[in-house]
Structures are given as C-alpha cells and as structure tokens.
C-alpha cells in the first residue's frame, strides 16, 4: 500500500521534536492545523495500538504514516541547521544589504551627478515601482518552478544591476539600472516570504517571520555601514561609494550560484512535482526538468492556473485590508531612505551617521522579532485578534517616535546620545506589523499553493504606491521648505527642510495605518475559517 505511494508524499519538518515524517497525499493539502492533528493521532496509534488508526487517515497509520528522515536526509547540515536555510537567510542578508546601499550613500552621489534630494528619491522610486509591478511575476514562476531557481535568477539581476550602478557615469544610467535592480528584487522577495510561511505552522509563523526579517536586517546594517564608510575613501583609485557597489554585486551572485547549487526546495525534496495540485494519477505534471535540471518552458495550462491563483487571491477580504493599510504604511518606510543623508547634514561624519542609522537597524531587527513572538503568544489567547492588536500597537508608535526624533531634539552633532536613543526604541517598538500580522495572516487566509501569490501581490500594490514617497519627500524638502541642493556642505538650514518634509510624510500615514487595521477584528476570523472548511471538505472528498 504505502511503498509507491512514498515518492509523492510531502515531507514535514517539525522544529520542536527535530524530527521529519512522510505526509500521505491525503494530507497533503489540509490545513496546518487539520494536518496536525489527524497525523499526531496517526503517530500514537503505531506506538498504542488501541488507538483506532483508520482515523488517522487513508491507509491507517501504519502503513501510510512513516516518521523518517527522508527531508533531512537530503540536505547537508552545519551545525544541526540546514544548509538550505542557511543559504535562504545569506540570501536574505544580500538581498538587505542591496536595498540599503543606494541611501547610505545619498550624499556622495548627489555630490557626483549633481542630484538633489527630488533626483534622488527618484532612483528609490523608479526602483521600488519597478519592484511593484514585477512581483506576481515571482508568484507565476513559484508557482510552477522550484524556488531556489527562482531566487537564483532574481539575485543575478539584482547583482548585475548594482555592479552596473557602480560604473555609471550618467545620472540616466543609474536610474536604468536601478530599474533592472527593482526586478530582481521583485522576484526574491516574495519566493522568500513563501519559503517561510511553507516552513512554520499557524501558531509559530510570526517567529519564523521575524527572525527572517532579524537575519535579513543584519544584511541592511552591514550594507549600510559598510557602504557609508567607504563612501569617503578610494580603492585602487575608485571612489569608496563605486567600490562598495561593486563588491556588494560580487557577494550577492556568489550567493545566488549556492543558492542554485545546494538549496533544496521543500515541494521537491518531498517528491511532489511543481505545479500538480492533484494526485499524479489524476494530473497533468506541469513541471518538466530542462537543461539544467531545474525549469520548463511555460504551456498554457501554466498561465491558466496562474491567472486563476490570482482571482483567488485578489478577493480574499483579509488580503484587500492589509494592503490598504501597508500601502499607507510604507510611505513613511520609503521616506526613511533620507535618514543617513538628514544626519550629514546636520554635520555628522560618515562613522557617527552610520552609527545612528545601524542603530535604528538593529532596532527594527530586535523589534521584527520581538513582534512576531508576542503576536504568536497573543494569538494562542486570542487567536481573532491578538496579532490586529499587536499591529496597531506599533503603527501608532511611530507617531510619537517620529515627533520626537524629527522635531523635539535638536538638530546638533551634540545630541547625538539623544538621537541614537530614539533611534532605537523607535526601531524595537515601529517594526512589529510584517512579521507579527500581515506575513501570519497571509498564510492562513489562502491554500498552501497560493502563499507565494499573495506575497507577489502584496509587493505589487503596496510598492507601486509606497514608491511615491521619496519623491514626495524631495519635492516638500525642495519646494515647501526651502532646501538647496546646491550646498554640498553640511547645513544645519538644510537639515531642518529635509526633517520637515519627512516628518508630513511619517506622522500621518502611520496613524492612518493603524486605524485601517480595524475591519480585520471581523473579517480576518472569516477568511482564516472559510480556508480551514474548504480544506477539511477537500480532505473528505479525497
């Protein structure tokens, strides 16, 4: 019964016991906690026979539920860790570290094309809007390909790209490349947040999010300061800031060729093919091997399915609240770019202003984690609203946060004590909302196979709006408050015109985020128990 059923079963890990077991197909499409349940009952019920194992599932627990290592088997450890998820998260860290690069270095660039901050927050935009509308492309291509094929392919674009920033000449160039960045961007992110959710059951998702985000935040510290530091030197005659987008390419596609290499996609390593959603004996696999092993060409069956994925998603209720609120959300996230560049100006060296903004850094990492492991004890007592209260919590503290750091202490290379203070209790206390609500949510308001769809998605929207705020921010520093772009020299006027500008594109749209986080106190129960029911009925119909 159970041997040739044992190639296509899934494999699950379990964080707890350290353990893998073979899923039947019969499980293989219930929800986490349907899953769960019946395979735990199946487990006791080889080890007490009085246990009824026919509950358990299709072909009783002893044949058809088998506790070996068959997952881990397959991949490489360091350390009792995985090495694919070792990798998963260096790609993380690069892919951080690359988003961090372009602002910690405002200045020196401004100073080389002679851009000023409207020029600017141009590039973030162009960036982030091409990132916006080329994110479902991840949710097509993961939902047919293995994802380390995926995340290879987004890290050469997004590696080639940075080292062709490095070598621009012309400020037109740069803005080109920054595009091609955006895409590469666009195709990661996503199959990341994916690779996660597919790791973490329901109550432990927010944990598993925001040690993502804690680990990718190293790589935006280090990108950061890195960056910010060489800024002001040279290398064999090339300027720090060239250098550092150079190397940074380097590193970022070393990554991505052991990401190809050694990663193992769970959907694979399980032996279910990409892109059947159906028992073999009743599908069409989708997935076909090529060249290299690892892609196919697309058939219209693909698109199909995909466009069909994304009809699903587009009405799920949970999933058009979220983005409302993360659209308003991001604007004050995209105005940040400015922080590095607002520090100078006031009169900071590179090393005090990599400081500060490695503070906040480290803030947002020790935050994202914090939050998700509330919102996961929150959810087991409150499991309708636990993870919407923790959200609004941290929304609304970037009001107070912001009002504090922008306008009340005084804009001096004295207060710099005061700054890296604020700094960080803004960054633990503002970072909450991705890993302890919308990631967690996401996963369980869609079947398994439409995970990376949403967070495809979710980029799409919030992006294309969110990538406005730079340029706002530029135009309000320039044309309301009077900046100069011609006064390369730190200016304590200048800095009071940046600070402004980013304080009206901070305080506002995080107060309206936290109050877009209410209809979830009714709608997202529903959502989460429509998917549940649809599973079970499934189950039952196998």
């Not at 506790?67 to 995985?82: A, D, H, L, P």
């Not at 890296?420 to 960054?427: D, N, P, R, S």
């Amino acid at each position: 019964m159970c041997g040739p059923h044992i190639g296509r079963d899934e494999t699950m890990w379990s964080w707890r016991d350290k353990t893998c077991a073979v899923v039947p197909n019969w499980a293989r499409r219930m929800p986490d906690w349907v899953r769960a349940s019946r395979l735990g009952r199946a487990s006791r019920a080889r080890q007490d026979p009085g246990i009824d194992s026919t509950s358990a599932g299709p072909g009783g627990a002893g044949t058809c539920v088998q506790e070996v290592f068959v997952y881990c088997s397959r991949q490489k450890k360091i350390f009792g860790i995985s090495l694919s998820l070792i990798l998963i998260n260096m790609a993380s860290i690069m892919e951080r570290a690359d988003e961090n690069l372009l602002p910690a270095v405002y200045k020196e660039v401004s100073q080389a094309f002679h851009a000023g901050p409207t020029d600017l927050g141009y590039l973030t935009f162009i960036r982030n809007f091409v990132q916006a509308l080329s994110s479902p492309l991840a949710g097509v291509l993961a939902l047919h390909y293995d994802r380390p094929s995926v995340l290879a392919l987004g890290t050469a674009f997004w590696a080639l790209s940075t080292a062709a920033v490095g070598v621009s000449q012309h400020f037109h160039q740069v803005a080109f490349w920054r595009a091609l960045n955006g895409f590469g961007l666009a195709i990661v992110i996503p199959a990341l947040q994916s690779f996660i959710a597919d790791s973490y059951i329901d109550g432990s998702r927010g944990t598993g999010f925001g040690m993502l985000n804690f680990v990718g935040s190293v790589g935006g510290i280090g990108g950061g300061v890195v960056a910010t530091i060489m800024a002001g030197q040279h290398y064999w005659g090339i300027p720090g800031w060239r250098f550092a987008f150079i190397m940074m390419a380097t590193l970022s596609l070393m990554i991505g060729v052991l990401v190809f290499l050694f990663v193992v996609d769970p959907r694979k390593a399980s032996g279910i093919a990409v892109g059947t959603y159906e028992d073999s004996e009743s599908s069409v696999h989708l997935f076909q091997t090529s060249l290299l092993g690892k892609v196919a060409p697309f058939s219209p069956s693909i698109w199909t399915d995909s466009w069909s994925a994304m009809k699903s998603v587009m009405k799920v209720k949970t999933f058009q609240i979220i983005v409302l609120q993360g659209i308003v959300g991001s604007l004050p996230w995209t105005s940040m770019v400015f922080f590095t560049m607002w520090f100078e100006l006031i009169g900071f060296d590179n090393k005090n202003s990599a400081a500060l903004t490695s503070l906040f850094a480290i803030g947002c990492a020790c935050g994202s984690f914090l939050g998700g492991f509330l919102a996961d004890r929150a959810s087991i007592f409150y499991p309708d609203k636990g993870r919407i209260i923790c959200a609004q919590f941290s929304a609304f503290m970037g009001i107070p946060f912001s009002w504090l750091l922008l306008s009340l202490i005084p804009q001096s290379v004295n207060s710099f004590a005061a700054y890296a203070v604020t700094l960080l209790l803004m960054g633990i206390t503002i970072s909450w909302c991705a890993s302890c609500a919308n990631n967690p949510m996401f996963a369980e308001v869609v079947p398994t196979k439409h995970r990376t769809m949403i967070y495809a998605f979710d980029r799409a929207l919030e992006g294309s709006f969110s990538s406005f705020a730079a340029p706002a921010v530029g135009m309000l520093t320039e044309r309301v408050y009077g900046y100069d772009s011609n006064l390369a020299n730190a200016s304590v006027d200048q800095a009071i015109a940046l600070s402004r500008g980013l304080l009206s594109m901070m305080t506002v749209p995080f107060g309206l985020c936290s109050l877009f986080y209410t209809p979830l106190y009714v709608v997202f129960r529903r959502d989460r128990d429509s998917v549940r029911t649809a599973g079970v009925k499934e189950q039952e119909l196998i």
